[in-house]
């Protein structure tokens, strides 16, 4: 879908920078946000390697352990048919710990590992689980509380305080998680 939404965006200010006489504001625009998406790619791409360097260190270390005990009376109510022993358990709870950090782009692969796992046990090969409805919620949602990526895109864009926007977005994320939790149990009680 977005393979047709932007080239079809490019093409419109293309034709507008035309119309309105701005091809060199359109020219300079073109190249200088290049430019920048380069600096944020090789920002962001910093910050993804220390990040995901830092979970495969706490995944092999007893670390991983503690927070699941942490955890685990979360876990238990967000996924009541789940054991510990399941190997999905594990799974969803190294993503949930991985997004708590902020480090979506860790959590991302480990939350696709987590639902194909899920998928591969699910009985209905065309319909999602409890389960899977849950995680989906809670990756949709995911409270964070330390927003990185948004940090790391902030200070690539000059922010004098990016770190500032740390509490609006626990308010955010917990608010959207709380709503998501309560609407994924009722209605899967429904259906």
Known sequence: MLNKIWPFFIIISFIFA???GNMEEFNNSLFTSCGEAVDLTITLFGTMCLWNG???IVQETSLIQRLST???PIMKFLFP???????EYKEITINIIANLLGIGNA???LGLKAMKTMQEKNPNKDTITDNMAMFIVLNTASLQLIP????????????AEPSKIIVPIWIVTIIADIAGIIATKILSKKF
């Open 18 to 20: 035309i119309l309105s």
């Open 54 to 56: 830092l979970m495969k």
């Open 70 to 72: 942490l955890i685990s």
């Open 81 to 87: 048919k789940l054991r510990k022993e399941d190997k």
């Open 107 to 109: 959590a991302t692969p």
């Open 148 to 159: 990185t990526t948004v940090i790391a895109v902030r200070m690539s864009l000059g922010s």
